[in-house]
C-alpha cells in the first residue's frame, strides 16, 4: 500500500484548494453539536472532534432531498430531476462511520435496484478518512471488527502522528486526489511513520472500556422472533422519540412525501424516516402491522443484529456508540448484545 | 424497460373510470409514452408505486393482465389522502406511474393445474390479473379448471361485476361461486361468509392450486378449511398487503423478519410464510 506525509501546518493549504476545487464537507461545530456541512475553507473546520454528533450519512442520504420537480397543467406533465452530484470530498470522517457506508452500499447499490441519487453521490465523492486519537466510553468498533485507526472503506486514512499526517492511499480514487495535490502529499518518510500508526491502533485497541460480544447472538435470534427477552424492560423504556435512528450511520429508511410550492407544481421530497414512529407502517386502513412498541423495539435491534446479517451478510451496527449516548432513557444497544448472548448461553 | 434506479414516475393518461362499489373504482391508464407502455413487462401479481401530485405515491397492485392489451388497470378502495384525490380525477387527467415491482403468481410452476381462487371483498382486485391471465386465449390451454369463490358484504360491494356474471362464465371450464354476507332485494344468490361456502363447494386438492386474497378475517377463517380439504401449505398461494414508500427494498417499512415485501414478495405461499415472523 502506498502512503504519503502530509505535515499538520499544511492541512489548512489542502482544505483551502479542496473547498475550491470541489465540494468539501467536513466537520463543523455549530453550537454545541458537531456535524458535517459543506465548507468554504479550513476556518471552517472542526478537526478535534472525537465523534460528531450526527454522522456523515447524509453526505450520500441527505436528511431532506428533492427527487424531482413536477408541474401538472391539467394536459401535460413535466417532471424534471435534479443534476447529478457535484466533485465532492468528504473529510474527516471516523473508522466507523466509513465503515456505516459501506454498510448502506449493499441497500442502495443492489444487484436489482440501485438508487442513482445515492450513487451519483457516492460516485463522485472521495471519502478521506481520520483516524480516532482517543477511544470513548461509548465506542466499541472493535466487535464488528472495526478499529480506531481501520480505514476501510476509505479512499485515503489520515491518521495524526505527532506534527504530521500519515497518509494511506487506499483506491485508485484517492491515489488521484493525492497526484492533483502532491505538492502536499510527500513521500519522504512515509515508511517510518507506518510504525507510529501501528503503534497507535495497538494502544487504542486496548482502551475499550465496553464489553460487546456478539458470540451466538445471530444464532439465537435466528427463528426465535418471539424471544421473551423482547417482553422485558427495554420496550417499556422506549418513549418512541426515533433519536437513535437519526444519529445512526447505518439507519437508511426514509419517507417520501410531496412538497407542494403551487397548485399543481412542486417538489417530491425524499427524507428520514424512523422505524420508531407508529404511522411509519401504519396503512390507510387503519392495519398497522407493528402497533405496539414492543413490536417497532424489537425490529429495530433485529434489523440491526439479524436481518441486515441475513440480507447483505453485514451487521447492521458499526459500534460508533451514538445511540447509546443520546438515548434519553438509556437503552444501550451494547447492554442488548450482551443480554442475548446471555440467553444464548443459557438456552 | 423504464429506469428502475430512479424514483421518478412516468405519466399515464387515465383512459377509463368503472364504478365498482361506492367506494372502489377501477382507472383504465395508458402511458403517455408508448414505448413505456409497450415495454413495461408486468407480470401477474405484480405492484406500481402511484403518484398523485400533492399527495405523495401509493402502492397498488396492477388489477389487469398483460394479456389484455396495452394498458394497465388499477382498483383503488377511496381509504386515505392520495386515494380521495385519486377517486375525484376523471378521464383524461393524469397521474404517474413507476414500476412494475414484486414478484408474481407463480404462473409458470401453476401451469397443467386447476386453479382455485378465493376472494373476499376488494381483494378479488390482486388475483384478477392471474385470473385473466389463465383464461387468456393465448394461455388458456396451459391451465385446467379455473374457478372463483368470491364474497363481498353485500351485492353492492361486489367488485368487477361484469367479469363476475358475464365475461368470466361465458368462457370455458370455469366456474364462478359468488356469496355475500347480507342478502337484499338486489341478490337472489347465496347468503353468507366465505370460509364457509369452501368447506361446501369442497374443491378436491388433487392437481390444484388455491390462490386467495382477502381481509385478514377471512383468511384466517379459510385457511383452516383449506387445510381440511387435504390442500398443502405449498398449494396456497397469497398475497400481501404493506405500507410501502419507495417499493425497491430501502425505505425498510415493509420487512417482515429479513423479507421485504416490496421486492421479495407481495406473493408468498402458505409455507413460506409459515417460515416469517407472523407481523404483517
Known sequence: MEARIVNKGQLPELLDKLAKDCDLIAPVKEETTTLFRKISGAKDAFLEYNNSDISPKGCFLPQNEKTFSYTYTGDSLEIVKPEGAKKTVLFGTRPCDIKAITTLDPVFEGVKFGDEYYSSKRENTVIIGLSCSKVLSTCFCYAFGGGP???????????????????????????????????????????????????????????????????????????????????????KKCIGCGTC????????????FDYTTGDFT???????????????????????????????????????????????????????????????????ITKIINDLKEVAQNA | MPNPTALTPYPVTITKIVDETSDVKTFTVVFDDPEIMENFGNK????????????????????????????????????????????????????????????????????????????????????????????????????GR?????????????????????????????????TVDRGGDNWKGRVGHVPGYVEEVAPSPENKFAIIAGPPIMIKFALPVMEKLGFKDEQIITTLEMRMKCCLGKCGRCNIGSKFVCVDGPVFSRAQLKGMPQEY
Open chain 2, 44 to 143: 401477474p401479481g405484480q405492484v406500481c408505486m402511484l403518484s398523485v401530485f400533492g399527495e405523495g405515491e401509493s402502492t397498488i397492485s396492477i388489477t389487469s393482465s398483460p394479456t389484455r392489451g396495452k394498458f394497465l388497470e388499477f382498483t383503488v378502495k377511496r381509504v386515505g389522502r392520495l386515494t380521495e384525490v385519486l377517486h375525484q380525477m376523471e378521464v383524461g387527467q393524469k397521474f404517474g406511474v413507476r414500476g412494475p415491482y414484486g414478484n408474481w403468481f407463480p404462473y409458470e410452476i401453476m401451469k397443467g393445474k386447476d386453479l382455485f381462487f378465493v376472494g373476499g371483498g376488494f381483494a378479488l382486485a390482486p388475483i384478477r390479473s392471474l385470473i385473466d391471465y389463465a383464461l387468456s386465449d393465448q394461455y388458456r390451454k396451459d391451465y
Open chain 1, 245 to 256: 435512528t437519526y444519529v445512526c450511520p447505518t439507519c437508511h429508511c426514509f419517507d417520501i
Open chain 1, 149 to 235: 485507526c481501520d480505514g476501510t472503506g476509505s479512499d485515503l486514512l489520515f491518521t495524526e502522528i505527532g506534527d504530521k499526517y500519515y497518509v494511506e492511499i487506499n483506491t485508485d480514487k484517492g491515489k488521484a486526489l493525492v497526484d492533483t495535490y502532491s505538492q502536499i502529499f510527500s513521500s519522504q518518510g512515509a515508511d517510518q511513520l507506518a510504525k507510529g500508526k501501528e503503534e497507535l491502533a495497538q494502544k487504542l485497541s486496548g482502551e475499550f472500556i465496553r464489553k460487546v460480544d456478539l458470540t451466538g447472538v445471530k444464532e439465537v435470534l435466528d427463528g426465535n422472533f418471539e424471544l421473551p427477552y423482547w417482553d422485558g424492560d427495554n420496550y
Open chain 2, 146 to 178: 379455473v374457478e372463483i369463490l368470491y364474497g363481498s358484504r353485500s351485492y353492492d360491494d361486489l367488485c368487477f361485476k361484469s367479469d363476475l356474471f358475464e365475461r368470466w362464465p361465458s368462457l370455458s371450464n370455469t366456474a364462478i361461486y359468488t
Open chain 1, 266 to 332: 412542486g417538489d417530491r421530497i425524499r427524507c428520514w424516516d424512523s422505524c420508531m414512529y407508529p404511522e411509519y407502517t401504519l396503512m390507510a386502513g387503519g392495519h398497522n402491522p407493528r402497533p405496539t412498541r414492543k413490536e417497532r423495539v424489537r425490529n429495530r435491534f433485529m434489523h440491526k443484529l439479524k436481518y441486515h446479517l441475513d440480507r447483505y451478510d453485514m451487521v447492521g451496527c458499526v459500534g460508533c456508540g451514538r445511540c447509546v449516548k443520546k438515548c434519553p432513557v438509556n437503552i444501550d
